[in-house]
């Protein structure tokens, strides 16, 4: 017999009764039914129960354990009582009556239970991390995520991708966020950079002629956290094709996400259509780019049956250039206490409120009310209501203004009203391509810069780089599913000359354009195939699959919200010594 154990706590059954057997694990917890010891005895594998009264050898043992006191066990395998059977454990139908216990490793009073799930904060949870594990439901998602990992690996190799690495130290690529630089000791004053991503590296994959690339790729970003972002960083299954269009690029990645969430889901539906939606109409139906098309409330421009109108707000707002109305419509919302709750909504948003028509039952029949219908008069409002498709016991909400500055609160608000009025089906993912992104943005210095990735390929090639920057789409693409971003994508631009007028319009000249990215140019002067890719967070497919809201709670040793790891004590000073190596000198905060 092993030294350890003869089984796992998940492995007996009815079939081993009567068996000598060896348990090692963790006390679970512990019960005492008046000299009758109840032990649940708990490893990776599962639970199974161990028994022990006054005539055990090893009771004055067992009595006196700590709840995570690491233990070893012998025992005979025994039937339970049919009335004491727990079936919700594989191993319900047997106990082990302990005839011999060893403790392996003691343990101190806890900082935070494991058994049970109650809610601690986080920064315990964080500083004890390995105690947090221990727990059934962060143990459950570590492993569902170590489960879809190894699904990915093997989906990417039967669709006829190879996995190769990429560096990990290599030089500052601009990728949307702020590189983590790391000093070079052998070459004074200058660093490296972790990667962002394995963008420059996957193109000369393709460039060097091995045609389908993949790797779960880890990427390092210096970024502000949120509850679906790491702050520093994450994994992703990131892959790179050649001679392919935006098309092709869906036909090979569709059926490995698809094939994921009906594996992982937990019997969720997978919705079969995934529209191609463009980033304008998002924006305009949905308030974001990563839309989640589980809630059916779409918005509209309004802004005809205002201009000019009574309701001197609005009317006056669109005496302005560029400016807009849009309306939110609430299905079953119509009622003064609803628009009262999401008037307080927008005030927690900094708005001064949301402007709003509701359909009641009156003395003639259906009526309209609200301040902004009574300025508005009936024939507007009901123009407002053919509109939208609206009738009695419903509502609209407005917003207006120049659409860049309220499009992401009117998004929050789209998700509030059909939260709130349970337009939501939680049973399904729902998944849309978000295509024709703009190359280019203006930014409050006035300065054009990317608005995406910088080595996409702009619609239209150099003849669309010789109008306005700001009216260029790019072959860029993002995948939405439930609200949140997936993959991230696009046709790359492999024709130098290309490249360097995208980047002279964003404010980069040639010289910094060879001495940034030199590598890469260099190689597209020696044939360079037309190739696309994209990159799928795994972090938030798992946590999507484990129906959890916080990305921490998918990965094993997280980063807190100040990406401080409090368990490890990063980040930490570094020596003098480890200073002088590196010549550098830290200066202070006064």
Known sequence: MSAYRSHTCGQLSAADAGAEVRLSGWVHRVRDHGGVLFIDLRDHYGITQVIADGDSPAFA???????ETVIRVDGRVKLRD?????????????????????????????????????????ETRLAYRFLDLRRESLHANIMLRARVIRWLRDAMWDAGFTEFQTPIITASSPEGARDFLVPSRLHPGKFYALPQAPQQFKQLIM?????????????????????????????????????VEQEDVFAAIEPVIRGVFEQFG????????????????????????????????????????????GFAIFAGLLEQEGTQIRAIPAPRGGSRKFADRMNAFAQAQGLPGMGYIFWRRGEAGTEA????????GEGPVEAIRAQLGLGEGDAVFFLGGRPEQFEAVAGRA????????????????????????????????????FSHNPFSMPQGGMEALAGDPLEVLGYQYDLAC???????????????????????????????????????????????????????????IVMLLADESNIREVIMFPMNQRAEDLMMGAPSEPTG????????????EE
């Open 266 to 309: 937990g019997g969720r539906r997978v919705e079969a259509d995934w529209p191609r939606i463009p980033y304008a109409e998002a924006m305009l139906k949905y308030g974001t780019d990563k839309p989640d098309l589980r809630n059916p409330i779409e918005m509209q421009v309004v802004s005809e049956h205002f201009r000019g109108s």
């Open 61 to 67: 043992l067992l009595e006196k354990l700590r709840a």
């Open 577 to 588: 010594e480890q200073l002088r190596e590196l010549r550098l000198r830290v200066i202070r």
């Open 369 to 376: 009310a609200g301040p902004i219908a009574k300025a508005l």
């Open 414 to 449: 789209r998700t509030e009203i059909g939260r709130e009025l349970g337009l939501i089906d939680e049973d399904q993912f729902r998944f849309a391509w978000i295509v024709d992104f703009p190359m280019y943005e203006k930014g409050e210095d006035g300065r054009i810069d």
């Open 207 to 243: 460039v060097a002629g091995f045609d389908r690339y993949f790797q779960i790729a880890p990427c390092f970003r210096d970024e502000d956290p949120r509850a679906d972002r790491s702050p520093t960083d994450f994994y992703q299954l990131d892959m790179e094709m050649s001679f």
């Open 482 to 540: 439930n609200g949140y971003e997936l993959v991230s994508g696009a046709i790359r631009n492999h024709r130098p000359e290309i490249m360097f007028k995208a980047f002279d319009l964003a404010g980069y000249g040639r010289e910094e354009v060879e001495k940034r990215f030199g590598g890469m140019v260099k190689a597209f002067r020696y044939g360079a195939p037309p190739h696309g890719g994209c990159a799928a967070g795994i972090d938030r």
């Open 82 to 122: 049919a009335a004491l059977v727990n079936p919700k454990l594989p191993t319900g139908a047997i106990e082990v009556y302990a005839t011999d216990a060893e403790v392996l490793g003691p343990a101190d009073d806890l900082p935070l239970p494991v058994f049970g799930d109650l809610d601690y904060p986080e």
